[in-house]
């Protein structure tokens, strides 16, 4: 198709989906079944108009999905208004560290007894499937000045840290396959895979997230000048901490995520003598300008326009990469074991692993079994994917690959886009009780 027919086929899905959009929110699904089932209407087994081969085409997929999952992971962490010292962020770091260890772990088992795999590609599966997705988990986030529920933020907070947290498993697989540097008895994986890109990803993009959150309110507050334009503030601050991340063998990722939950953490220096605007009817007296640069109201406005801006993006990016996935499930093939590998991940492995990372924690069992069912695959499996694809796994692997995370990821996207808000309905009825 020319150029002038792709724009005009995008603009009009782009219109559609906002005349629809209430509509959608009334129904028993989500928005990425309908975008998946788009992109399958548009792939090759329907109108063949978008066809995208996840094999020859991996370089330019790893682009995108990469930037869908940055511009996600920060539009994440602003909406975060738990501290970061709270008690409540250790239920999402067990969930993203050890429940994800032992899914790649029983993954990897599947994958070497039950299908046959070769070791280190059946770890790579694991790495791949193992993130759950914080793309797809809009219904279970919390909204900026909700209250956040022990369960929200368990799952919220784990599709954040897992999408980085899962890298070092991934380039074990990989490392295991002879297509990344581990290191002799595996130390440089250890120390720079795993510990430095952990540990120095959280660090930098706190650093950075903190310093240019101070930085603008001051130059607001103090100088009222840096106003406006924080669409660039909101690219700019992605664009620093993975690039800086990543700059150094840490985890771009995690940075974002944590550059997210810093900004979002930028605090007011109110100035001696000043008293915060009203609010309600006096506040029309003061336009935007002024609570931008007061120096009781500068942090909030920063936060919401930045978040206001980058939610945008991410619901742009969820359109395109859902319909990409839908457009690349012709590429599934007559693999025999995918009808019983993709229920055993959701209903044993998921749930198994939940239960584990949680031992000890006093967590009730129905939350247990909510948060192990609720574990959305979805953009970071197909960015694993990619990445893997693109960085020298065999033809004689990459159908088998492809085949299994398209299948997962896909049967993701439905099963849970008709649950998830049931669930979270009866959740918040039960929860109140």
């Not at 791949?128 to 909204?143: C, E, F, K, N, Y």
């Not at 940075?255 to 001696?272: E, T």
């Amino acid at each position: 198709m020319s150029i002038a027919t792709w724009v005009l086929l995008g603009g009009s899905i782009l219109i559609a989906m906002m005349l629809i959009g209430t509509l959608v929110t009334r129904l028993p699904l989500s928005g990425a079944m309908i975008y998946l089932g788009l992109g399958v209407l548009l792939s090759p087994s329907g109108f063949g108009v978008l066809v995208l081969d996840p094999i020859a085409q991996a370089p330019s997929l790893e682009l995108v999905a990469e930037a869908a999952l940055l511009i996600s992971l920060f539009s994440v962490g602003l909406k975060f208004e738990v501290p970061m010292l709270d008690r409540r962020w250790i239920a999402p770091y067990r969930l993203a560290f050890l429940s994800m260890a032992v899914t790649v772990g029983a993954i990897a088992a599947i994958g070497v007894y039950g299908i046959g795999l070769p070791p280190g590609l059946a770890i790579l599966l694991g790495g791949i499937l193992a993130p759950t997705d914080p793309v797809l988990a809009s219904a279970i986030q919390s909204r900026p000045g909700a209250e956040h529920d022990a369960m929200r933020l368990s799952l919220a907070g784990e599709g954040a840290l897992n999408d980085g947290t899962a890298f070092p498993l991934v380039l074990l697989g990989l490392g295991f396959m002879q297509l990344h540097d581990l290191g002799d008895w595996g130390w440089s994986w250890w120390l720079i895979d795993v510990v430095w890109s952990t540990v120095g990803g959280m660090v930098m993009g706190t650093l950075i997230g903190a310093l240019l959150g101070k930085l603008v309110i001051h130059l607001r507050t103090r100088h009222h000048s840096a106003i406006g334009m924080d669409e660039f503030l909101s690219l700019g601050v992605i664009a620093v901490s993975f690039g800086a991340a990543q700059s150094c063998l840490a985890s771009g990722f995690l940075s974002v995520f944590f550059a997210g939950l810093a900004l979002r953490r930028a605090r007011n220096f109110p100035l001696a003598g000043t008293l915060p605007l009203p609010r309600g009817g006096a506040a029309h007296e003061h336009d935007a300008e002024d609570r931008a640069t007061h120096s009781h109201h500068a942090s909030g406005v920063m936060t919401r326009a930045v978040l206001g801006f980058n939610e945008q993006l991410e619901r742009i990016a969820e359109l395109g990469m859902v319909m990409m996935i839908g457009a690349m499930l012709p590429a599934i093939g007559h693999l025999s074991s995918l009808w019983w590998f993709v229920p055993l991940v959701f209903l044993v492995v998921r749930p198994a692993s939940v239960v584990v990372g949680m031992l000890g924690a006093g967590v009730p069992l129905y939350k247990q079994a909510l948060v192990g069912w609720l574990g959305i695959r979805g953009i970071g499996s197909i960015y694993y994917l990619v990445f893997a694809l693109n960085h020298g796994v065999t033809e004689a692997f990459a159908p088998a690959l492809v085949s299994l995370t398209l299948g997962t990821v896909a049967a993701s996207i439905l099963a849970h886009g008709i649950t998830v808000q049931p669930l979270m309905t009866w959740y918040e009825r039960h929860s109140v009780k």
